[in-house]
């Protein structure tokens, strides 16, 4: 995560990025020839930009998951992970706010 403020000009920006190794998702029943299900790295960018107006009032604009990258369950074979169980995206989300301190 990267941060940077300007205060003299009530400026803000920030950047994150956030990547995890796989994760168990779904066990395999015992005695069923099936493997387990992981949940796969999915790589992801954050942005935001905060601007103060005068005393009381900032805007912030944020942007989530820049890459949208696809979130992917595979199964694990021997070979690795060859099939994928299921597999979408949520999409990138822009958010943008208006605060008013009392």
Partial sequence: MLNYRLDSLGLELGVSYNVQGPKLAVVATAGVAQPDVYELPRHMIDLTLSKSLGKRFIV???????????????????SGYDLDFDRYQYGTEYILSITYRI
Avoid: Q
């Fill in 60 to 78: 912030r604009a944020r942007v989530r998951d820049l890459l949208n990258s696809p979130s992917r369950r595979s199964y694990e074979f021997d």
